[in-house]
T-cell receptor, first 113, second 113 residues
């Protein structure tokens, strides 16, 4: 079956522009996570959605970052007024249950010029 | 705050060697410990461990959890160049917890021919 799908796979933009990253989780997965991974670094937690509960936004690094999940399925991560330090791979993952193993998408590689 | 520490940070071996990767955690309680392999893109799931002392095995890879000493190990025997990757471990929260899972920073394994 289809895995977690992320788009775009690569995004190059100028500093100061807004970007939107999309994640299509596996159908039926109630938990959805966004992570950021800089070159050679581990996974940095950004935000977590679980069913209809309020999202855990504790990992968002600044108020330029926001995310939503519509209808319990597709999620969009938005970064406003991008900065060069936002350059990283943004990974989305979903899970059938909040405590289960995660299925990851291939990520969006974001480059801020 | 939950803490997951992986060691070593990086490891270089030659084909045929056996390696042991470590994951220790400071978590009040958790449901399971997960191991992932990350090559170029998305982390791929290896093992989920929930019970102490029970080894999980998949080919040349095996893993075990010690809940008393709060660590897990991932063993890879007869290493191959295709085993070169970052190996990540994570702990998942218990049922009913508002916490999300916590990743370690990973071990970079390089297998030389």
């Amino acid at each position: 079956g289809a895995g977690v799908s992320q788009s775009p796979s690569n995004k190059v933009t100028e500093k100061g522009k807004d970007v939107e990253l999309r994640c299509d989780p596996i159908s039926g997965h109630t938990a959805l996570y966004w992570y950021r991974q800089s070159l050679g670094q581990g996974l940095e937690f950004l935000i977590y959605f679980q069913g209809n509960s309020a999202p855990d936004k504790s990992g968002l690094p600044s108020d330029r970052f926001s995310a939503e999940r519509t209808g319990g399925s597709v999620s969009t991560l938005t970064i406003q007024r991008t900065q060069q330090e936002d350059s990283a791979v943004y990974l989305c993952a979903s899970s059938l249950q909040f405590f289960g193993s995660l299925d990851f998408g291939d990520g969006t590689r974001l480059s801020i010029l | 705050e939950d803490k997951v520490v992986q060691s070593p940070l990086s490891l270089v071996v030659h084909e045929g060697d056996t390696v042991t990767l470590n994951c220790s955690y400071e978590v009040t309680n958790f449901r399971s410990l997960l191991w992932y392999k990350q090559e170029k893109k998305a982390p791929t799931f290896l093992f989920m461990l929930t019970s102490s002392g029970i080894e999980k095995k998949s080919g040349r890879l095996s893993s075990i959890l010690d809940k008393k000493e709060l660590f897990s190990i991932l063993n890879i025997t007869a290493t191959q160049t295709g085993d070169s990757a970052v190996y990540l471990c994570a702990v998942t929260p218990p049922s009913g917890s508002a916490r999300q899972l916590t990743f370690g920073s990973g071990t970079q394994l390089t297998v030389l021919p």
